[in-house]
C-alpha cells in the first residue's frame, strides 16, 4: 500500500517527484523519501512523518538531478523509523530503490546475500531488492540482464523502480500496480495516475509479469523473460487532476459533502453495462458479491435487495476469506467484484478463484483502468471522481446507488427516486451544528455500538466501521434481534448507543431495542425521521421510503465520525495504520 514514482526528464527531478508523493500520500503516510541522480552519483533524503512535515523538515524538493526516485511508506516489515523509510540504497550506494509489497523469501535472501558480504541498515523486506540488484549487475554488467535474474529469485507480490548511479531507470510489476506515465519529454514510473497526472494524460498500464528500462531518453518494455512487450498508451480521465480540497478543511469533509452529486452520476457513464449485468443476473446459476471493507457492506445490502425485490438470492463473500473456501464458489456463476480502487489484492485474488471456475465477472469500481477493471467481464463505473480520504464516503453511496440501478432493471415494480435521495443528502448536510454537539460528547467514550435491523443492519456495520477509522473508538454494528441474546449484556452508562431507526417496517421493533438500551442506562443517539422520547441525542434524516433511507441514513453518521475525529484531534483524511488502497495481503 505504499506509494512508488519514478522520474525521467528534462525537468529537475525532486520538486515533481515530491508533489507526486503528496498527491498519493493516501496510498501510505508513515514516512517519506525522495532520491535523485546527478553526476553519476545517488543523493537521498528520507525521514518518518508525511511528506510535507518531511519536506519541510530535510528540504526534498532541493535534491539535484533530472532522474530520481521517491517514495511514501505503510509499514509492513520493520518499524516507522527514519532508517527502514524508502528509498534503500545498496552496500555500495550505486543503486536505489523503492518497493510496494512484500517478499514473501526475504530472510533466505537476506542469509545468502551477508555471506556474499552485502551489509543492511533496515528491518525491511525492501532493501532485499537493492543488494540483490547489485550482485547480480555487478555479475552480468547489464541493467537489462540483471532485472531478469532479479525477478526471478523474487517471491511474493511487488512493483519496484530502481535508479542506478549511471542514470537508468527501472521498474518491475508482479501483482502489485505500476503504471507509466508518458510525457513528451518525460517519463513517470508509479502507483497511480495520481503521482504524475498534472503533467500527462497518456499513461501505459504495464501488465502483470513485465519491466521497463528507461534509458537515453527511450522507454522499453519486457516480460520476465526479456521478450520485448509491445505497449498502448491509454488516455487517463482528467478528473482525477482534481484531487483538492478546496473550501473544505479535508478531504473527507468534502468528499462526504459530494455525495448529494456523486451518486447521481453513479453509473452513468456505463447504463449498457448496467443492463447487461441485470441480464448475466436473470439467467445466472448463482450470484456471489464480494468485496473488503466498506465494499464488503455494499455486497451484504446487494443480498437484502437482491432477495427482497427481485426475488434472487445471491451471496454475499468476503474478499480476504475466499481463498480459504474456493470450493463455495460453484463453476459458471457470477462474481461481482466491488472496489473502489481496483487493486485491492483480497479482491484480486478473489476473482482469479472464481475465474478457474469459468465464472463471468463483473466489477463495480471507481478506476476504469484498475487491474480490476482490466479483468472483469462487464464493468460499472462508480464516477465519483477521486476519493483521497482513507475511509470510503462518496463511494459507498455511489456503490449503493449502482446496486439499486441493477434491481431496477430487474424489478420494473422498483422504483428509487435518486432526485429526492440527493435532496435529502444535501439537507442533512445544511446544518451540521447538532451532529457537531454530539461529536464533543463521544470525546472520551471507549465503547459505542451501532444498532439496525433488516437492510439496515449492514449500513450499522458500515457506520461502526467508518467509527472505527475515523476516531480509534471501538464500535461494533449490532443486529436489533440479536440485542437480547449477548450484546444487552454490554450496555451500562458508560456506552453510547446507534439506532439506525427510520419509520419504516423496522421501525417499532428497533425503538423497542432503543427503550431497553436506555433502561440500562447507556446513552442513545437516534437516526431517525420521527423523533422519540427514547432517545437522549437525536438527529433527524428527512422522511422517505425504505430503500431511499439506506443512502440517507448513513450521511450523519459520515459527519458525526469526521467531528468526532477532529474532537480527538486525530487525522480524519489519513487514520493511522490504515491506507487507502490495500494492494498487499
Not at 199 to 225: C, H, P, Q, S, W
Not at 263 to 287: P, Q
Request: aromatic fraction near 8%; charged fraction near 25%.
Amino acid at each position: 500500500m505504499c506509494s512508488i514514482i519514478g522520474y525521467y526528464g528534462e525537468e529537475i527531478a525532486a520538486p515533481i517527484i515530491v508533489k507526486g508523493l503528496k498527491r498519493m500520500e493516501y496510498r501510505g503516510y508513515d514516512s517519506v523519501g525522495v532520491a535523485t541522480e546527478s553526476n553519476n552519483q545517488i543523493e537521498l533524503k528520507k525521514g518518518t512523518g508525511k511528506v510535507d512535515e518531511v519536506n519541510s523538515k530535510l528540504n526534498l524538493e532541493s535534491l539535484p538531478g533530472k532522474i530520481g526516485i521517491g517514495h511514501t511508506r505503510w509499514a509492513t516489515h520493520g518499524k516507522v523509523t527514519d532508517v527502514n523509510a524508502h528509498p534503500h540504497k545498496s552496500t555500495s550506494e550505486k543503486i536505489a530503490i523503492v518497493h510496494n509489497g512484500i517478499i514473501e523469501n526475504f530472510q533466505e535472501l537476506k542469509a545468502n546475500l551477508e555471506k556474499d558480504g552485502f551489509k543492511f541498515k533496515s528491518d525491511t523486506d525492501s532493501e532485499i531488492i537493492a543488494n540483490l540488484l547489485q550482485r547480480n549487475y555487478d555479475k552480468i554488467q547489464n541493467v537489462k540482464e540483471a532485472i531478469i535474474k532479479t525477478v526471478s529469485e523474487l517471491k511474493g507480490h511487488y512493483s519496484f523502480v530502481a535508479m542506478f548511479e549511471n542514470g537508468q531507470l527501472a521498474a518491475a510489476r508482479f501483482h502489485e500496480p505500476l503504471i507509466i506515465g508518458v510525457g513528451k519529454e518525460n517519463f513517470f514510473l508509479s502507483s497511480d495516475v495520481l503521482g504524475f497526472i498534472e503533467y500527462t494524460d497518456d499513461a501505459i498500464y504495464i501488465d502483470n509479469g513485465n519491466f521497463v528500462l528507461i534509458d537515453n531518453n527511450k522507454m522499453e518494455i519486457f516480460d520476465f523473460r526479456g521478450e520485448s512487450v509491445r505497449s498502448k498508451i491509454t488516455k487517463v480521465s482528467k478528473e482525477f487532476a482534481d484531487a483538492y480540497k478546496g473550501e473544505f478543511a479535508h478531504f473527507t469533509l468534502k468528499e462526504i459533502h459530494e455525495q448529494n452529486e456523486s451518486i447521481l452520476d453513479a453509473g452513468v457513464k456505463t447504463d449498457d453495462a448496467i443492463e447487461k449485468t441485470s441480464d448475466y443476473i436473470k439467467h445466472a446459476k448463482n450470484i456471489y458479491v464480494t468485496g473488503s471493507g466498506t465494499s464488503y457492506n455494499s455486497a451484504l445490502i446487494a443480498k437484502q435487495i437482491l432477495s427482497k425485490y427481485a426475488k434472487i438470492k445471491a451471496e454475499p463473500i468476503m474478499s480476504s476469506e475466499l481463498q480459504f473456501s474456493p470450493d463455495s464458489i460453484e463453476s459458471n456463476s457470477i462474481l461481482i467484484a466491488i472496489s473502489q480502487s481496483g487493486e485491492s489484492a483480497d479482491v484480486l485474488d478473489a476473482i482469479k478463484i472464481a475465474k478457474q471456475k469459468n465464472c463471468k465477472i463483473i466489477s463495480i469500481v471507481n478506476i476504469l483502468t484498475s487491474s480490476l477493471a482490466r479483468e472483469s467481464d462487464v464493468v460499472i463505473g462508480m464516477n465519483c471522481g477521486p476519493e483521497i480520504g482513507v475511509a470510503a464516503t462518496k463511494s459507498f453511496t455511489s456503490q449503493l446507488a449502482i446496486l439499486f440501478k441493477i434491481v431496477q432493471r430487474l424489478d420494473d415494480s422498483f422504483r428509487v427516486d435518486f432526485g429526492e435521495i440527493s435532496q435529502s443528502i444535501s439537507k442533512i448536510l445544511e446544518n451540521p451544528l447538532k451532529i457537531q454537539q454530539i461529536a464533543k460528547e463521544l470525546k472520551k467514550v471507549s465503547d459505542i455500538y451501532v444498532l439496525g435491523r433488516g437492510m439496515h443492519y449492514p449500513i450499522a456495520i458500515e457506520a461502526a466501521l467508518k467509527l472505527k477509522e475515523l476516531t480509534y473508538i471501538h464500535a461494533e454494528g449490532i443486529p436489533g434481534g440479536e440485542l437480547k441474546h449477548g450484546p444487552l449484556a454490554l450496555m451500562d452508562s458508560n456506552v453510547f448507543v446507534i439506532i439506525i431507526n427510520p419509520n419504516d417496517s423496522t421501525y417499532t421493533d428497533t425503538l423497542t431495542s432503543a427503550r431497553e438500551i436506555s433502561a440500562r442506562g447507556a446513552k442513545v443517539i437516534g437516526i431517525s425521521d420521527t423523533e422519540s422520547d427514547a432517545y437522549d441525542f437525536w438527529i433527524e434524516i428527512p422522511k422517505s421510503n425504505e430503500i431511499s433511507f439506506l443512502i440517507s441514513e448513513i450521511i450523519p453518521i459520515q459527519l458525526l465520525s469526521y467531528y468526532a475525529a477532529l474532537e480527538k484531534d486525530t487525522d480524519p483524511d489519513y487514520p493511522r495504520n490504515l491506507a487507502k488502497s490495500v494492494t498487499v495481503k
